[in-house]
């Protein structure tokens, strides 16, 4: 089996140029889903400091209400 893989792999008719282009490629890609992590990252640290900021707005505003039920008449 090993001796059926190696003759495929030596087979291979690739060229150092065709082997430069997909490193090329491939480091192009890499860089693409890089960024695209940052950016999502970016964007989820957004969404969470907004989400935060709703939710003590809404504790406040909660608290504010249960303030002024307990004033006294």
Do not use: C
């Amino acid at each position: 089996m090993a001796k059926a893989l190696i003759g495929y792999l030596d087979s291979d008719l690739r060229t150092p140029t065709r082997l430069s282009v997909d490193n090329s490629r491939l480091r192009r890609r890499v860089a693409e889903l890089e960024s695209l992590v940052l950016r999502l990252q970016e964007e989820n640290d957004r969404l969470t400091a907004a989400h935060a900021a709703a939710l003590i707005e809404l504790e406040t505003a909660s608290l504010t209400a249960t303030l002024q039920e307990m004033q006294p008449a």
